[in-house]
């Protein structure tokens, strides 16, 4: 009774290599993306750049964690 | 060179049930079709609610001890939060390390998102009463116990961590409290159902906070435990807008997680 970890978390570890996965692009895609937008904003001079990049934020920064985990895991992995 | 946009519409109410439509479809869509269709899904949904939230600017303030009197508006960044409970559920967890630091893996930016999108929305847990303690709190804690006999009598959820080691299992215990009763109730209960409340009403918003806890339990692909979590979340849901505290529930959570993962699988 958790939406945290379940067979489908399981699935996803079973079929991961030590080069990632489709699951672990689509994470590093999303997080380029997101990095991408809050530059072109502040680059965009946007007078409400400090509300936007709050907002963004608030995605921005546990996103930022999870690619910290997912490329050391796989490091580790690897080495 | 800078241009000031207008403020977007307060979003109404078909926007919003378009968001849970399509979030309840996307956790689906992983579940059952392909997990990287579906988290590419998720992902483009975060996209569209991140930036939703900010077209519609900066939320005001709202008087101490009350809510933002525009839940819609509330609901758009608080909506947020779901994409990334699956996102970090499926990237977190790696073969190295046991089941049990996967919850820690996968709580902490969850916990950390959980809590600016707080600060963000401008949710004050003290002002919102949520910590409140009482006997019926804990009577309620108590609810766990049964109910994580049936949960794993009925349904053998997974993973189990099998061990006998006495200080192993009380640190497993607490990270289960925390980051899996806790955490999901602050997620569900807390923050998602009185927007929705709010919003819809307060039986179909308890509803509709339910079904959405049962959608996203759908990564045990077993429909009879997706018809438990909604009939248990209902009845969480209601028993917190009648208290307002998670207290009773969170812990009752976390005890179902505690005995369903770390006490009977190892008796």
């Known amino acids: ?79 | 060179m800078s241009t000031v946009l207008p403020r977007a519409r307060i979003p109404r109410v078909w926007v919003i049930s378009a968001y849970l439509g399509a979030i309840a479809t996307a956790e689906v869509l992983t579940a059952y079709v392909n997990a990287e269709a579906g988290l590419a899904v998720h992902a483009v949904l975060l996209l569209v609610l991140l930036n939703h939230a900010m077209a519609l600017g900066p939320l005001p303030i709202p008087p101490a001890g009350r809510m933002v009197s525009e839940p819609a508006r509330v609901l758009v960044p608080v909506l947020a939060l779901l994409p990334l409970v699956r996102l970090f559920s499926l990237t977190m967890p790696t073969r190295s390390l046991s089941p049990l630091s996967w919850y820690l893996l996968i709580g902490a930016p969850l916990l950390t998102a959980v809590v600016l999108i707080a600060r963000y929305i401008h949710y004050s847990p003290v002002d919102a009463r949520i910590w409140g303690w009482s006997l019926q709190q804990g009577l309620m804690a108590a609810t766990g116990i049964p109910l994580g006999i049936i949960a794993y009598v009925a349904f053998h959820p997974v993973p189990a961590v099998k061990s006998h080691d006495i200080p192993y299992l009380i640190i497993g215990a607490g990270i289960v409290l925390v980051f899996l009763g806790l955490l999901e109730e602050l997620i569900f209960r807390a923050l998602l159902q009185p927007y929705l409340c709010s919003l819809f009403g307060a039986t179909r918003g308890v509803l509709i906070t339910a079904a959405m806890s049962a959608v996203f339990i759908s990564g045990s692909r077993s429909p009879l435990t997706m018809l438990f979590t909604f009939v248990v979340a209902a009845g969480y849901g209601w028993l917190v807008y009648t208290k307002r505290s998670i207290m009773g529930v969170a812990l009752s959570h976390g005890i179902i997680g505690i005995m369903t993962i770390l006490i009977l699988p190892n008796l």
Do not use: K
């Open chain 1, 1 to 79: 009774m958790t939406s945290l970890v379940s067979a489908l978390t399981l699935d996803a570890i079973r079929t991961s290599t030590s080069l990632g996965t489709g699951i672990d692009a689509v994470a590093a895609i999303l997080v380029v993306i997101v990095l991408m937008e809050r530059e072109l904003l502040r680059a965009y001079e946007s007078p409400s750049w400090t509300f936007q990049a709050r907002t963004l934020d608030n995605a921005l920064l546990p996103l930022l964690m999870m690619f910290v985990v997912v490329v050391t895991a796989h490091l580790a992995e690897l080495l």
